[in-house]
């Protein structure tokens, strides 16, 4: 069973703090993806990485894939009430085109 | 820009009753899917259709049919609903990564 796991599952916080999510795996991904989700919405995309070791920056969000292309962390710099949701991520695998889901993880940023 | 349309948003069945959930996308994708989503457990994969004609079993398959009706439109049905199908169900279209998803579909069984 391919597994991805993510932590933390739930995560409070005031406006301005630093956080990262993480998202582990004994199974290489081809590529790993970040998606958000808000309440009453589907998931939307918000990065993919592919190569190992690549780090990706939108705005105050940093992204990073493990060198071993097994593990990926979300990193967040002085979190804004905006950035409150459920967080993602999903590994890619080649071998069968399947994306492997972790079970989430739900943000909560307090003002 | 509607991208994939799923319908309807709201449903309540009662046990034993069935129904057919709709998903429709206009981004010319290739391959379509149908999720469940339950509280921590994060997306769970029902079925896929990596083209039109095809279709094939997901991680949790059972209790589920399906029908890729043509390029644009993948259904969901359900024969008999069980309350242990209770869940918001998504339904995505991708032409290689990443998926599209649509707003789902919050389903309850009583």
């Known amino acids: 069973t391919q597994l991805l796991e993510q932590s933390p599952q739930f995560l409070s916080i005031q406006e301005g703090e630093n956080l990262t999510v993480y998202c582990n795996s004994s199974?290489?991904?081809?590529?790993l993806q970040w998606y958000r989700q808000e309440p009453g919405e589907g998931p939307v995309l918000l990065v993919t990485?592919?190569?190992g070791g690549e780090v990706k920056k939108l705005k105050r969000l940093t992204f990073q894939f493990g060198d071993a292309r097994k593990d990926s962390s979300l990193h967040i710099t002085a979190a804004q009430p905006g950035d409150t949701g459920l967080y993602l991520c999903?590994?890619?695998?080649?071998?069968?085109?399947?994306?492997?889901w972790g079970a989430g993880t739900k943000l909560i940023i307090k003002p | 820009n509607a991208g994939v349309t799923q319908t309807p948003k709201f449903q309540v069945l009662k046990t034993g009753q069935s129904m057919t959930l709709q998903c429709a996308q206009d981004?010319?994708?290739?391959?379509m899917y149908w999720y469940r989503q339950d509280p921590g457990m994060g997306l769970r994969l029902i079925y896929y259709?990596?083209?039109?004609?095809?279709?094939d079993k997901g991680e949790v398959p059972n209790g589920y049919n399906v029908s890729r009706l043509n390029k644009r439109e993948f259904s969901l049905r359900l024969e008999s609903a069980a309350p242990s199908q209770t869940s918001v169900y998504f339904c995505?279209?991708?032409?290689?990564?990443?998926?599209?998803f649509g707003d789902g579909t919050r389903l309850s069984i009583l």
């Open positions: 995505a279209s991708s032409r290689h990564q990443p998926q599209h």
């Open positions: 199974s290489v991904f081809s590529s």
């Open positions: 990485v592919v190569t």
């Open positions: 999903a590994g890619f695998m080649d071998s069968n085109y399947q994306l492997i």
């Open positions: 981004m010319n994708h290739n391959s």
């Open positions: 259709s990596a083209s039109e004609g095809t279709t």
